[in-house]
């Protein structure tokens, strides 16, 4: 089993920054591949970036490209996702996910473990 906590979540402006961390406790932590998703009110939980297990490997959505950098420690167990240029659209519970798996992949299906979520606001 793998337990995640996120946290760095909170309201901020449009256009301002905000980091958010994933702490993962329970298992070897750099055998996992790590991500980040997001779900919107009324919308479908989508995929934002993820890090490969030595950290080479980071796609990332459309919509976040060159605006968002997600990063790991494998040192202190934390993922984390730098998001800067924020746009109210970005408005949402975001999730870090574990994949027991060297495959980078974008389905959150595809995750076996998953954190309980920390809010992220931009108001306009």
């Known amino acids: 089993q793998v337990q995640l906590v996120e946290s760095g979540g909170g309201l901020v402006q449009a256009g301002g920054s905000l980091r958010l961390s994933c702490a993962a406790s329970?298992?070897?932590?750099?055998?996992?591949?790590m991500g980040w998703f997001r779900q919107a009110p009324g919308k479908e939980r989508e995929f934002v970036a993820a890090?490969?297990?030595?950290?080479?490997?980071?796609p990332y959505a459309d919509s976040v490209k060159g605006r968002f950098t997600i990063s790991r420690d494998n040192a202190k167990n934390t993922v984390y996702l730098q998001m800067n240029s924020l746009k109210p659209e970005d408005t949402a519970v975001y999730y870090c996910?574990?994949?027991?798996?060297?495959?980078?992949?974008?389905?959150?299906?595809?995750?076996?473990?998953w954190g309980q979520g920390t809010q992220v606001t931009v108001s306009s």
């Open positions: 996910a574990a994949r027991e798996d060297v495959t980078v992949v974008r389905g959150d299906g595809y995750y076996d473990y």
């Open positions: 329970g298992r070897t932590f750099s055998w996992f591949v």
């Open positions: 890090i490969s297990r030595s950290g080479g490997n980071t």
